[in-house]
């Protein structure tokens, strides 16, 4: 059983990349794959690598990077929604790429459960 | 399929949308602040129990826990899941519609 | 970070996607987002639904008309949505007629089933997307 | 005072909090999509008629038109204002409570 | 960059500030960083206020755990809100009644008013912020 | 008549920052003061001068830039706000500058009117 997991709004503003980040763990814990995490709408700032959370709260765009280091997950950013936003390759995390929103659908087809988390 | 909702029932109409759609027999996982649908002493809380008959509902502890809930502040018929149950819930009950 | 590094599109899968639509259009960006969503996962040939339920209905409403907020308008691409061979579009008739809506009011044809049928329709797809 | 209502009223329970807290002769501006709160043929059409002997109602045009709404389906009671419009109000109804 | 970079706290001019909380807490960060507000309008020796309705009444429920969330809490800075002289607290009954709370819930003292009280209340300010 | 803007939302995701700049274009117009505008909160995403919307939508980030060179406006972005979703020095567009929380509770002071714009 593999999943796909689809992040819609960025960090700290909302809980969706906790509650994504918390089910990939419980995933991968549990023995399942991680086809792909994708990174859609404002889901594209939890790739940014300046993001510097205060030292008592938790660091999700690291937080990410180490999970997807640990496990070799594919963090994909969707190239047309971080254009807008500004996010582009000088900004990226370790671990995570820019690619097209097809990686998405690919997900869609190649995964057994797409998981979306959002507002 | 499993229908999933994460916001407030009192601030958003995603449970209701949720619950006038979800076929008998589906499951229905409450999560982020969609766990205040499943709190006790609430009109929310008495629909919920009301269609746990035809629905398997669910609950996340840890975002119950965040909000200073627990288990015993639950209504009837709603089962508390972690994390790794939300995972399972995926894997047994086949597509997830989220009700964002 | 173009489209062209695709691996390539043709997966040999075909599965139920459906877009389901339930925000206004504009306050939010969802509406026009979900459109690139939609033509991509035609790109990949799959069997692509979209529904518009609660004020998703408002997105293909006609007449919208962006000039004085200045914002993209999405309609066009609705409009191109049939050549695209997308064509298994659904209105909730609950969520249109407690907006005063009818099926005259919307830019593309579109089939109008009530909340059971939409409920159904929910139920046997894959992959349900949107927001 | 001034009161500002951007959600849809189906969506969200801005618009009720609003009506429900708004003193007696102020004002309420309907704009992004709290403007479908001000069409016929609606029951927060009728909701906002009815109480605009008591508030004074006003809705963004250039929010309306980009949802493909013009000023006749704008039920009665209610004036269509421009960005200046809701500048003016500003400037004439004192402190401004957006109610996010 | 740091708030020393300020030119002054001191303006001699004093305004009713109202922080009107409507979100429930985690799901979505306001609760958390309207708080930065609130401290920093004390320090600028602001006249303060604090309502609580609709979903708010929630942010301020005694027994909140956020360590499996991993999440940050601010009951804490709630609790230190006394410290800075923040003591005009409004929870609207209304909305506490509703979600089956009671005063007794709550971490910090507060005062009860019914929504025409509040209504009142936000009717005789200066400043509304919150989110 | 002075007034305060505060902007609480992202560019594109939300209505916020479009309402926000088309209010205070029209009072700059009606000859008005702009105290100054205040990006708090995912509103920090505004000063991103690496977005890149497609050419036939708006540019949000120019738009407040340019506004800005034209009637010398005080843009300002959360110091605490813009740290924890990684908006530094270097992302920033003309015309913006990062500031302390204060700033804010200075422009209600200020300002005749303060005027929030969020979801």
Known sequence: ?119 | MLHTVNKSPFERNALDACLTHAKKGSAVLLFEDGVYAATKGTAPGNTVAGVAKDLKIFVLGPDLKARGYDESQVVAGVTVVDYGGFVDLVVEHGPVTAWL | MSQGDEPSFETGVVKKFLYLNRKAPYGTVYALEVLEMVLISAAFEQDVHLAFVDDGVYQIRKGQDTKSVEMKSFLPTYRALEGYDIEKLYVEKESMEERGLTSGDFVVPVEVIDRAAMGSLIDSMDVVLGG
Chains 1, 6 share one sequence.
């Not at chain 1, 640990?70 to 990226?92: H, S």
Request: net charge neutral; aromatic share 12%.
């Open chain 1, 1 to 119: 059983m593999k999943f796909g997991i689809l992040v819609n709004e960025g960090p700290f503003n909302h809980q969706a990349s906790d509650s994504a980040y918390k089910f990939t763990e419980a995933a991968l814990a549990k023995g399942y794959g991680i086809y792909r995490v994708f990174f859609y709408y404002d889901g594209v700032n939890n790739a940014n690598k300046l993001s510097e959370p205060p030292s008592d709260d938790r660091h999700i765009v690291r937080r990410w990077s180490e999970l997807g280091k640990k496990y070799n997950l594919d963090l994909v950013v969707c190239v047309a929604a971080a254009l807008r936003r500004g996010i582009k390759d000088e900004l990226l995390a370790e671990g995570f790429r820019i690619s097209g929103l097809g990686q998405l659908i690919e997900a869609g087809i190649q995964s057994d459960r797409l998981v979306m988390f959002g507002d």
